[in-house]
């Protein structure tokens, strides 16, 4: 009853919306620009409103002289925020790189939709506009993302055109996106001959529930509206990503930037979404290798120029990695602003600048570092916690002996990135994320500020107001020193995660070279990695004896986290970090649309899931033998995957290991050298079995491990003060000595680190930590390896240069910087080299080591190496990287033209080149033997029976009425015409092609993405149009038959895929039924719950192990 009064809340919003916007008539709006004479203030009412002039809209206009581009408010708001700062010099003003760029996107016949009045300023690239249209979609309130769809037809389609925008269907596209969105290719393409290959795509390429953005986008425009974006803990906004693609090419000296919008999708969520609201956001994407090759000319188009999409316009405003995210801003190119839409709410850049990271109070930061405070607004998270201004406090951090906060080194802060919550705070954070328990800490960004907070020792009643303490070092932007005059949306806690099951840990390659040049025998290293071969390798391994399809089912769901993999099918996008269900090294990745879409659930018409690890469980569900051939070809693909990881990631599962948050000792019981790990769960020891808390030397260690001292020896002990005050699932390090522990790892610190700890005696035991030195380069290093970048944001520009020019452009060709990768890549390779030729403890191991740790954190500290160091290390270790390591690393695009690396220099052979050759011999050998077995399998293997039971006794009804044969030749014809389709589709050839659906001809492997859009593109009309109303089967028989028949000519050719593609419930449900006994049906969502218990797991082993003890 709830979700219904919601829906028919958002659906009357919506069509008052509709009714409003008919009633306007649209009018031009002259420019509204004015100065601002003081810092913009955000009011304590509503997050993002400004009294300033700057917020009434800003019309673009192209009429001669009276045109007005719209920046003038911009440049006083900046201006103002700069009053009274000492001003630098403008040697940098014209740096950028001028290339000639053609307007790609707008020349794609804008179609007869442009009139000379709408002439395109030079401030702004058209990516899809129609000016009637923009006017029709206003007045008819056509919603946002049909707007956005039929913009994306046009950029996408090489024939579609605004013209097959009919004026006549616009009214009919009015209406909640949940209605209208879904039925757009209905309206537009279907019928249409020219169409057909566009119609089939956009059919293929629906969103399945999870990832559907429809219903989510109409929710958002309530918020919009209303300005209540992003303050909403219980229905938070900024959940669906849109996305644009960026294709460059040379033409004629120049370049042709060529805009493609991409289907919006339900997707994860940060602050800077939840504030602006998901509309009002966009992230452009382009290759690495344009980003690379045409960084300069990027960065020049999108400081000069802002995407012009229906009527609105997008300014660039962060830049990283490929990809550049842009903002609605407040101002319309030729279209009426409309308050039924928000569009009164919105702001101009330099609003959203004042809102988040004000220039005037932090002014004193260096741009660099002022850029990458924008970041925080991007981390994925959850709205966690409101607290209310006199609930949050500010506290100093604890600094190494003689040291105080003017004084103290990173390496000397012992509290570095950590505070407090109180009791009461964690308990309602648990509620509102719906975790399990309370955690002991959370991982958290909260105003300016960003870090892991824990539980404060003292404030643990229940009944206190939710508090939180923040360290001076968690302070990245200041804000208004009186907090009741912060934004809404800066009381909020955005939870990234909470504290991490305790579970064993695997080591990385850096790691294992650590540990060897650490005084670790090879011989512990390779039994470790023969027995995670062994129990990978062996848990694919099929049985014939009675529990053999249990015991195979609960290791397949076990080694293949399908457990997490169906919870991301479940839980929103959104909460996938908040609720541990993302990989450590893919917290903050981009997730590929296509690849998020296909996984997030089974074909919804044959039934067939997505995943081999899920079709292997379906088929044992159904009752399929482990050692039926389809069966098995899936297992052998299966364990390969797992033995190619072991090869080439040298992935080393350690039993007495776990991974978790380290946090400061909150009580100072910790001497130097000491740490404390509990577990809420038992954990297992060699020498005291089951425990909750580890005693006795340990080793600590995080990623990247670079330096040979990054690994260190300490002492784990039990500390009943920390056990008393429920300190679990974290490791505690001490808060004593000249330097924090966290800062020996690799630079740690304690703002969210995570630190995989080793008590494996055999580890633990030969273990000898390298001395201190390593861990920090000399002191002149930096001076004689990096340029740094001295900018200050109070000396960009003087005070009378920015009455003459706006500072906007520089501070968003500052924030673009990062577009492209720096020397990291290039400096870990060379660092790989030395490694192998030195070892680690070579000086010129460890200073490689160094340039790559100080290019990971360059985006922070403007540092950038000199180009004389860089010739001079390229000269030495731009070599071929022995083949022992993992991959090539990224920014080496050297495509193998590369001289070879000189030999070792070390007698000790390399450690990596020990653990390839056992981790190629050991999965050679399991790999052998499952693949021996498949094919003994596939020998002996004859047709089902109980398959092809439903075809048999068809074709015996037949024989008694020959009449009807002419069905079930029908039925056989269908089979027969989408075998034929799903062979050429997998091939990319035919109607169901990549090629025939892109409008594209390519001989390039087709991605996983596109191969399941062609197999579910057949599947799709091989169940719309199978036969029906047959006269002598019904129609649930037709598919039965189908089937089988399908079925049939797989095993006629020893190749099982296209039956189960198209038909796999079916044969699924045939199989079941034949199995005998009781026949129970369940539902997908039922299914997708249900796991074996792990009792009832161990109890099915121990029954199988007797019985092979009985035979022996």
């Given at each position: 009853?709830?979700?219904f009064?919601?829906?028919?809340?958002?659906?009357?919003?919506?069509?008052?919306?509709a009714?409003?916007?008919?009633?306007?008539?649209?009018?031009?709006?002259?420019?509204k620009n004015?100065?601002?004479?003081?810092?913009p203030e955000?009011?304590?009412?509503?997050?993002?409103?400004y009294?300033?002039?700057?917020?009434?809209?800003?019309?673009?206009?192209?009429?001669?002289?009276e045109?007005?581009?719209?920046?003038?408010t911009?440049?006083?708001?900046?201006?103002?925020?700069?009053?009274?700062?000492?001003?630098?010099?403008?040697?940098?003003?014209?740096?950028?790189?001028?290339?000639?760029?053609?307007?790609?996107?707008?020349?794609?016949?804008?179609?007869?939709a442009r009139?000379?009045?709408?002439?395109?300023?030079?401030?702004?690239?058209?990516?899809?506009y129609?000016?009637?249209?923009?006017?029709?979609?206003?007045?008819?309130?056509?919603?946002?993302?049909v707007?956005w769809?039929?913009?994306?037809?046009?950029?996408?389609?090489?024939?579609?055109?605004?013209?097959?925008?009919?004026?006549?269907?616009?009214?009919?596209?009015?209406?909640p996106?949940?209605?209208?969105?879904p039925?757009?290719?209905?309206?537009?393409?279907?019928?249409?001959?020219?169409?057909?290959?566009?119609?089939?795509?956009?059919?293929?390429?629906?969103q399945?529930?999870?990832?559907?953005?429809?219903?989510?986008l109409?929710r958002?425009?309530?918020f919009?509206?209303?300005?209540?974006?992003?303050?909403?803990?219980?229905?938070?906004?900024?959940?669906?990503?849109?996305?644009?693609?960026?294709?460059?090419?040379?033409t004629?000296?120049?370049?042709?930037?060529?805009?493609?919008?991409?289907?919006?999708?339900?997707?994860?969520?940060?602050?800077?979404?939840?504030?602006?609201?998901?509309?009002?956001?966009?992230?452009?994407?382009?290759?690495?290798?344009?980003?690379?090759?045409?960084?300069?000319?990027?960065?020049?188009?999108?400081?000069?120029?802002?995407?012009?999409?229906?009527?609105?316009?997008?300014?660039?405003?962060?830049?990283?990695?490929?990809?550049?995210?842009?903002?609605?801003?407040?101002?319309?190119?030729?279209?009426?602003?409309?308050?039924?839409?928000?569009?009164?709410?919105?702001?101009?850049?330099?609003?959203?600048?004042?809102?988040?990271?004000?220039?005037?109070?932090?002014?004193?930061?260096?741009?660099?570092?002022?850029?990458?405070?924008f970041?925080?607004?991007?981390?994925?998270?959850?709205?966690?916690?409101?607290?209310?201004?006199?609930?949050?406090?500010?506290?100093?951090?604890?600094?190494?002996?003689?040291?105080d906060?003017?004084?103290?080194?990173?390496?000397?802060i012992?509290?570095?990135?950590?505070?407090?919550?109180?009791y009461a705070a964690?308990?309602?954070?648990?509620?509102?994320?719906?975790?399990e328990?309370?955690?002991?800490?959370?991982?958290?960004r909260?105003?300016?500020?960003?870090?892991?907070?824990?539980?404060?020792?003292?404030?643990?009643?229940?009944?206190?107001?939710?508090q939180?303490?923040?360290?001076?070092?968690?302070?990245?932007?200041?804000?208004?020193?009186?907090?009741?005059?912060?934004?809404?949306?800066h009381?909020?806690?955005?939870?990234?995660?909470?504290?991490l099951?305790?579970?064993?840990?695997?080591?990385?390659y850096?790691?294992?070279?650590?540990?060897?040049?650490?005084?670790?025998?090879?011989?512990?290293?390779?039994?470790?990695?023969?027995?995670?071969?062994?129990?990978?390798?062996r848990?694919?391994?099929?049985?014939?004896?009675?529990?053999?399809?249990e015991?195979?089912y609960d290791?397949?769901?076990?080694t293949?986290?399908?457990?997490?993999?169906?919870?991301?099918?479940v839980?929103?996008?959104?909460a996938?970090?908040?609720?541990?269900?993302l990989?450590?090294?893919?917290?903050d990745?981009?997730?590929?649309?296509?690849?998020?879409?296909?996984?997030?659930?089974?074909?919804?018409?044959?039934?067939?899931p997505?995943?081999?690890?899920?079709?292997?469980?379906?088929?044992?569900?159904a009752?399929?033998?482990?050692?039926?051939?389809?069966?098995?070809?899936?297992l052998?693909?299966?364990?390969?995957?797992?033995?190619?990881?072991?090869?080439?990631?040298?992935?080393?599962?350690?039993?007495?290991?776990?991974?978790?948050?380290?946090?400061?000792?909150?009580?100072?019981?910790?001497?130097?050298?000491?740490?404390?790990?509990?577990?809420?769960?038992?954990?297992?020891t060699?020498?005291?079995?089951?425990?909750?808390?580890?005693?006795?030397?340990?080793?600590?260690s995080r990623?990247?491990?670079?330096?040979?001292?990054d690994?260190?020896?300490?002492?784990?002990?039990?500390?009943?003060?920390l056990?008393?005050?429920?300190?679990?699932?974290?490791?505690?390090?001490?808060?004593?000595g000249?330097?924090?522990?966290?800062s020996?790892?690799?630079?740690?610190?304690?703002?969210?680190?995570?630190?995989?700890?080793?008590?494996d005696?055999?580890?633990t035991?030969?273990?000898?930590?390298?001395?201190?030195?390593?861990?920090?380069?000399?002191?002149?290093?930096?001076?004689?390896?990096?340029?740094?970048?001295?900018?200050?944001?109070?000396?960009?520009?003087?005070?009378?240069?920015?009455?003459?020019?706006?500072?906007?452009?520089?501070?968003?060709?500052?924030?673009?910087?990062?577009?492209?990768p720096?020397q990291m890549?290039?400096?870990?390779?060379?660092?790989?080299?030395?490694?192998?030729?030195?070892?680690?403890?070579?000086?010129?191991?460890?200073?490689?080591?160094?340039?790559?740790?100080?290019?990971?954190?360059?985006?922070?500290?403007?540092?950038?190496?000199?180009?004389?160091?860089?010739?001079?290390?390229?000269?030495?270790?731009?070599?071929?990287?022995?083949?022992?390591?993992p991959?090539k690393?990224?920014?080496?695009?050297?495509?193998?033209?590369?001289?070879?690396?000189?030999?070792?220099?070390?007698?000790?052979?390399f450690?990596?080149?020990?653990?390839q050759?056992?981790?190629?011999?050991?999965?050679?050998?399991?790999?052998?033997?499952l693949s021996?077995?498949?094919?003994?399998?596939?020998?002996?293997?004859?047709?089902?029976?109980?398959?092809?039971?439903?075809?048999?006794?068809?074709?015996?009804?037949?024989?008694?009425?020959?009449?009807?044969?002419?069905?079930?030749e029908?039925?056989?014809?269908?089979?027969?015409?989408?075998?034929?389709h799903?062979?050429?589709?997998r091939?990319?050839?035919?109607?169901?092609?990549?090629?025939?659906?892109?409008?594209?001809?390519?001989?390039?492997?087709?991605?996983?993405?596109?191969?399941?859009?062609?197999?579910?593109?057949?599947?799709?009309?091989?169940s719309?149009?199978?036969?029906?109303?047959?006269?002598?089967?019904?129609?649930?028989?037709?598919?039965?038959?189908?089937?089988?028949?399908?079925?049939?000519?797989?095993?006629?050719?020893?190749?099982?895929?296209?039956?189960?593609?198209?038909?796999?419930?079916?044969?699924?449900?045939?199989?079941?039924?034949?199995?005998?006994?009781?026949?129970?049906?369940?539902?997908?969502?039922?299914?997708e719950?249900?796991?074996?218990?792990?009792?009832?797991?161990?109890?099915?082993?121990?029954?199988e192990?007797?019985?092979?003890?009985?035979?022996?």
């Amino acid at each position: 009853m709830m979700l219904f009064r919601t829906l028919k809340i958002v659906r009357d919003a919506l069509d008052h919306r509709a009714q409003a916007y008919q009633e306007r008539s649209p009018s031009p709006v002259p420019d509204k620009n004015s100065d601002a004479n003081e810092l913009p203030e955000p009011s304590s009412d509503m997050p993002g409103r400004y009294p300033i002039a700057s917020l009434e809209h800003e019309p673009v206009r192209a009429d001669g002289e009276e045109y007005s581009d719209g920046m003038e408010t911009d440049t006083d708001a900046l201006t103002a925020q700069l009053e009274g700062t000492q001003l630098g010099s403008d040697e940098d003003d014209d740096r950028m790189e001028f290339v000639e760029i053609s307007e790609a996107t707008a020349d794609r016949e804008t179609r007869g939709a442009r009139d000379a009045t709408h002439a395109i300023p030079p401030d702004v690239h058209e990516v899809a506009y129609s000016p009637k249209h923009t006017t029709a979609f206003d007045e008819n309130g056509v919603s946002w993302a049909v707007q956005w769809e039929i913009a994306r037809y046009v950029t996408s389609y090489p024939n579609f055109t605004w013209e097959h925008v009919p004026m006549d269907v616009v009214p009919q596209l009015c209406g909640p996106s949940a209605d209208t969105a879904p039925t757009l290719a209905d309206t537009l393409l279907k019928g249409e001959p020219l169409f057909l290959d566009y119609y089939k795509r956009e059919r293929t390429i629906r969103q399945p529930a999870l990832t559907n953005p429809w219903e989510e986008l109409d929710r958002e425009e309530t918020f919009i509206r209303d300005n209540n974006r992003g303050v909403s803990i219980e229905n938070p906004a900024g959940k669906v990503q849109q996305r644009l693609h960026l294709d460059i090419s040379e033409t004629g000296g120049g370049l042709d930037f060529k805009f493609t919008l991409e289907q919006p999708m339900k997707s994860k969520s940060c602050r800077f979404s939840r504030f602006l609201g998901s509309r009002r956001l966009v992230e452009c994407h382009f290759s690495m290798k344009n980003a690379k090759k045409h960084k300069e000319a990027i960065v020049d188009f999108f400081v000069k120029k802002k995407l012009l999409i229906n009527g609105r316009l997008f300014q660039a405003f962060y830049g990283h990695q490929g990809k550049v995210n842009l903002m609605e801003i407040n101002q319309d190119f030729h279209r009426t602003p409309l308050p039924e839409l928000g569009d009164d709410n919105r702001l101009s850049l330099a609003d959203f600048i004042a809102w988040h990271n004000n220039l005037h109070l932090n002014s004193n930061q260096t741009i660099t570092k002022w850029v990458s405070r924008f970041a925080l607004g991007f981390s994925t998270s959850q709205p966690g916690l409101i607290f209310r201004p006199e609930n949050i406090h500010f506290i100093e951090d604890i600094y190494a002996t003689g040291k105080d906060k003017s004084s103290a080194a990173s390496h000397e802060i012992l509290t570095d990135g950590c505070g407090f919550l109180n009791y009461a705070a964690l308990k309602a954070i648990q509620e509102n994320m719906a975790w399990e328990s309370i955690s002991t800490c959370v991982q958290a960004r909260i105003a300016g500020s960003k870090g892991l907070f824990m539980l404060h020792p003292d404030h643990r009643d229940p009944s206190e107001e939710p508090q939180i303490w923040l360290r001076s070092s968690q302070v990245k932007v200041q804000l208004n020193s009186d907090k009741t005059k912060w934004s809404p949306v800066h009381y909020i806690l955005d939870v990234l995660s909470g504290s991490l099951v305790p579970e064993s840990s695997s080591i990385t390659y850096e790691m294992i070279m650590s540990l060897s040049e650490n005084n670790v025998p090879d011989s512990v290293l390779v039994k470790l990695l023969r027995d995670t071969i062994e129990r990978d390798a062996r848990s694919m391994e099929p049985s014939r004896k009675p529990h053999g399809s249990e015991v195979l089912y609960d290791s397949v769901y076990a080694t293949h986290r399908v457990l997490q993999s169906r919870l991301r099918r479940v839980i929103s996008p959104d909460a996938h970090r908040a609720q541990a269900l993302l990989d450590f090294e893919n917290e903050d990745g981009d997730e590929e649309p296509e690849l998020a879409k296909w996984e997030a659930g089974p074909d919804p018409f044959s039934g067939q899931p997505a995943s081999s690890q899920e079709q292997v469980l379906g088929w044992l569900q159904a009752g399929f033998a482990p050692t039926d051939r389809f069966v098995m070809e899936k297992l052998v693909y299966l364990q390969k995957k797992l033995m190619t990881e072991a090869v080439n990631r040298y992935r080393i599962a350690i039993p007495e290991s776990v991974r978790a948050f380290i946090v400061p000792d909150p009580l100072g019981v910790l001497d130097e050298g000491q740490v404390f790990f509990a577990s809420s769960q038992p954990i297992q020891t060699s020498h005291s079995g089951l425990t909750h808390c580890i005693t006795g030397p340990v080793l600590v260690s995080r990623n990247p491990c670079i330096q040979i001292s990054d690994t260190r020896k300490v002492v784990a002990v039990n500390s009943h003060e920390l056990w008393s005050r429920s300190y679990f699932d974290v490791i505690v390090f001490s808060t004593k000595g000249s330097r924090s522990l966290a800062s020996l790892l690799s630079g740690g610190d304690y703002d969210g680190d995570t630190v995989v700890m080793i008590w494996d005696e055999s580890i633990t035991a030969p273990f000898r930590n390298s001395h201190k030195d390593f861990a920090d380069p000399s002191t002149d290093f930096e001076q004689k390896n990096f340029n740094k970048s001295k900018v200050v944001l109070r000396d960009i520009k003087a005070q009378a240069e920015l009455g003459k020019k706006d500072i906007l452009p520089r501070l968003v060709e500052a924030m673009l910087q990062s577009i492209a990768p720096n020397q990291m890549g290039i400096y870990n390779m060379f660092y790989r080299n030395s490694a192998y030729v030195h070892g680690l403890n070579h000086p010129q191991t460890a200073r490689l080591g160094h340039m790559f740790t100080q290019c990971l954190d360059a985006v922070k500290s403007g540092l950038e190496v000199k180009p004389d160091v860089l010739r001079i290390d390229r000269r030495t270790w731009d070599r071929e990287p022995p083949a022992c390591f993992p991959s090539k690393t990224e920014g080496d695009d050297s495509k193998g033209r590369k001289l070879a690396l000189e030999q070792r220099r070390i007698s000790d052979k390399f450690i990596l080149e020990v653990l390839q050759e056992v981790a190629a011999r050991e999965t050679e050998h399991y790999k052998l033997k499952l693949s021996e077995l498949r094919d003994q399998c596939n020998s002996s293997y004859t047709t089902d029976q109980d398959l092809i039971r439903p075809l048999v006794e068809a074709e015996v009804r037949v024989r008694k009425l020959p009449q009807f044969q002419g069905d079930l030749e029908n039925i056989k014809a269908h089979v027969k015409t989408f075998r034929d389709h799903f062979i050429q589709a997998r091939n990319n050839m035919g109607p169901y092609s990549a090629q025939a659906r892109y409008g594209r001809r390519s001989k390039k492997k087709l991605t996983i993405g596109e191969e399941q859009e062609s197999v579910r593109a057949v599947s799709e009309d091989y169940s719309r149009k199978m036969p029906t109303d047959l006269a002598m089967f019904s129609d649930s028989e037709v598919r039965r038959i189908a089937a089988a028949y399908a079925y049939q000519e797989d095993a006629s050719r020893r190749i099982f895929i296209f039956c189960f593609a198209v038909a796999w419930a079916e044969l699924c449900a045939i199989k079941a039924q034949a199995s005998g006994g009781a026949f129970v049906t369940l539902t997908p969502g039922f299914i997708e719950s249900l796991a074996i218990h792990r009792k009832m797991a161990k109890v099915f082993r121990e029954l199988e192990s007797e019985e092979t003890d009985g035979e022996a």
